[in-house]
């Protein structure tokens, strides 16, 4: 016989070894499984860095940090430059307060975090809290870093 041209015992064999492998009726979920927990790496150790990044030196203090709460807290920041940066978006001073009062009427909880480099003035972080107080923020937390020194302890 020619090389490609099969007889009809070869090409029953052929079709009778076809059919009878049945198709595979159960489903693998080991490689699934197997991404699903990369993704999940991925996303534990992509999560911290998300967070809102702008550069504040903190000043340190004694006092407890507050409670979690069950809305994403808002912050602004006061750089040591003074930029104003609300959640990741610089914003104007001009456009703070209009600003302000649009999130202030989205939002059910009028808490709000300052974030202030423990370089910027104390007349500027007083004219911006009062300028979150005209946009309706009425429960402000002042964030800062734990560990510094109490009133009844020198500091060294």
């Known amino acids: 016989m020619a090389a490609g041209t099969l007889g009809p015992a070869e090409r029953g064999k052929r079709r009778s070894r ?4 049945k198709p595979m009726a159960e489903i693998n979920v080991t490689p699934f499984v197997d991404v699903m927990l990369v993704l999940l790496i991925i996303f534990m150790v992509a999560a911290p860095l ?3 990044g702008v550069p504040v030196e903190l000043p340190k203090t004694a006092a407890t940090p507050l409670p979690a709460e069950d809305e994403e807290p808002l912050t602004l920041a006061i750089a040591a430059d003074g930029r104003l940066v609300l959640q990741a978006v610089e914003i104007e001073r001009d456009a703070l307060i209009p600003k302000l009062r649009a999130i202030a009427a989205e939002r059910q909880d009028d808490k709000l975090f300052l974030r ?6 104390y007349e500027t972080v007083m004219q911006v809290m009062g300028a979150l107080n005209a946009g309706g923020f009425r429960n402000i937390g002042l964030v800062t870093d734990s560990g510094g020194p109490t009133l009844d302890t020198p500091e060294n």
């Open 18 to 21: 076809r059919q009878r492998t």
């Open 116 to 121: 202030a480099d423990g370089s910027v003035s």
């Open 50 to 52: 998300l967070t809102v």
